[in-house]
């Protein structure tokens, strides 16, 4: 893969934007509540956009749709692309390996065991049999934050090898029905992400999560902290691997000054992440809890500031 930057404008070309990833899963008509909700900069910029905030920003290139593979309909992945095509954008589909239905999910060990004994190989060919077919670029994105103890993901926590296996039969499947897609191997950016890099050859971008939370830096830290501050780290230990690192999932919430400040960050060129290609706005409401009792944080552009 080959990515170009033009030094004149700081924007991508556009074969970057073909070669690169993503969609979002436009499951009925939206009404859109702004034109103009990017952040300003010329960092490649994309959404998962439910809510259709961004949906007639131009300046939005990616749009980012969730699957969970037990609940996917199908035909609907048609209409994401027939969407992302009328905007001319990328599509990245993250691919959850379970239910949205919390009370009918799996254990992590029946999921991991079914997995790698081939009982979930369907799921994978139905949904990446359509991705084929579309039109726009497409980039999977499967089993995300596997890294993250938190509780949240039930892969996580899996030993690493079992990991490593389910995703290089999942990625096989998948290049099988749509040779054409990119993969992102997406963890949240800890310490221990390294235990389960599937491989070069398995991997097209390295993804990360970035999130602020003002109330809750403030509380554990003594501070709020900047996008740059939480993105160093896990931009340092995503890049090791020679990939393109995209910040597959990004979220702030604060204080009007705070947010302002992180809105005028998210989309700079830095000369210190020379290898970051693009950031992902998450739209939505937190679904899983923060630690320490501090709720599901709303991330949406128009509820954000507290």
Same mark, same amino acid.
């Given at each position: 893969m080959t990515y170009h930057r033009d030094p004149r404008s700081m924007r991508w070309?556009?074969?970057?934007?073909?070669?690169?990833?993503?969609?979002?899963?436009?499951?009925? &008509?939206?009404? &859109?509540?702004?034109?103009?909700?990017? $952040? &300003?900069g010329d960092m490649p910029f994309g959404a998962y956009d439910p809510g259709g905030d961004f949906a007639n920003d131009a300046e939005v290139s990616i749009e980012h749709l969730f699957l969970p593979w037990e609940d996917v309909f199908l035909p609907s992945l048609i209409d994401a692309d027939v969407y992302a095509q009328e905007r001319n954008r990328a599509i990245l589909t993250t691919i959850e390996p379970w239910t949205w239905n919390v009370s009918e999910r799996n254990s992590p060990d029946y999921l991991r065991n079914s997995l790698l004994s081939g009982d979930y190989d369907g799921y994978m060919r139905a949904i990446c049999a359509v991705l084929g077919t579309m039109e726009s670029p497409?980039?999977?994105?499967?089993?995300?934050?596997m890294d993250d103890f938190s509780g949240q993901f039930i892969w996580a926590k899996w030993e690493p090898?079992?990991?490593?296996?389910?995703?290089?039969r999942v990625v096989d499947i998948c290049r099988e029905e749509a040779p054409q897609i990119?993969?992102?191997w997406s963890p949240l950016g800890f310490e221990n992400l390294p235990e389960y890099h599937p491989g070069d050859d398995y991997v097209d971008l390295v993804g990360?999560?970035?999130?602020?939370?003002?109330?809750?830096?403030?509380?554990?830290?003594g501070n709020a902290r900047s996008f740059v501050d939480i993105l160093t780290p896990r931009y340092e230990r995503a890049v090791q691997f020679g990939k393109p690192v995209v910040v597959a999932e990004l979220g702030y919430v604060g204080d009007a000054d705070y947010v302002q400040k992180w809105e005028q960050e998210v989309?700079?060129?830095? $000369?210190?992440? $020379?290898?970051?290609?693009?950031?992902?706005y998450f739209n939505q409401t937190e679904v899983y809890p923060w630690p320490d009792g501090f709720g599901l944080p709303d991330w949406r552009i128009n509820e954000r500031v507290e």
């Amino acid at each position: 893969m080959t990515y170009h930057r033009d030094p004149r404008s700081m924007r991508w070309s556009g074969k970057l934007l073909q070669m690169m990833f993503f969609a979002g899963l436009i499951l009925s &008509p939206v009404m &859109p509540n702004s034109t103009n909700a990017a $952040p &300003p900069g010329d960092m490649p910029f994309g959404a998962y956009d439910p809510g259709g905030d961004f949906a007639n920003d131009a300046e939005v290139s990616i749009e980012h749709l969730f699957l969970p593979w037990e609940d996917v309909f199908l035909p609907s992945l048609i209409d994401a692309d027939v969407y992302a095509q009328e905007r001319n954008r990328a599509i990245l589909t993250t691919i959850e390996p379970w239910t949205w239905n919390v009370s009918e999910r799996n254990s992590p060990d029946y999921l991991r065991n079914s997995l790698l004994s081939g009982d979930y190989d369907g799921y994978m060919r139905a949904i990446c049999a359509v991705l084929g077919t579309m039109e726009s670029p497409v980039t999977i994105r499967w089993a995300q934050e596997m890294d993250d103890f938190s509780g949240q993901f039930i892969w996580a926590k899996w030993e690493p090898d079992d990991y490593v296996a389910g995703f290089r039969r999942v990625v096989d499947i998948c290049r099988e029905e749509a040779p054409q897609i990119d993969v992102m191997w997406s963890p949240l950016g800890f310490e221990n992400l390294p235990e389960y890099h599937p491989g070069d050859d398995y991997v097209d971008l390295v993804g990360v999560s970035v999130f602020g939370l003002q109330r809750w830096e403030e509380a554990e830290f003594g501070n709020a902290r900047s996008f740059v501050d939480i993105l160093t780290p896990r931009y340092e230990r995503a890049v090791q691997f020679g990939k393109p690192v995209v910040v597959a999932e990004l979220g702030y919430v604060g204080d009007a000054d705070y947010v302002q400040k992180w809105e005028q960050e998210v989309r700079q060129v830095y $000369p210190q992440f $020379p290898s970051l290609v693009g950031v992902i706005y998450f739209n939505q409401t937190e679904v899983y809890p923060w630690p320490d009792g501090f709720g599901l944080p709303d991330w949406r552009i128009n509820e954000r500031v507290e």
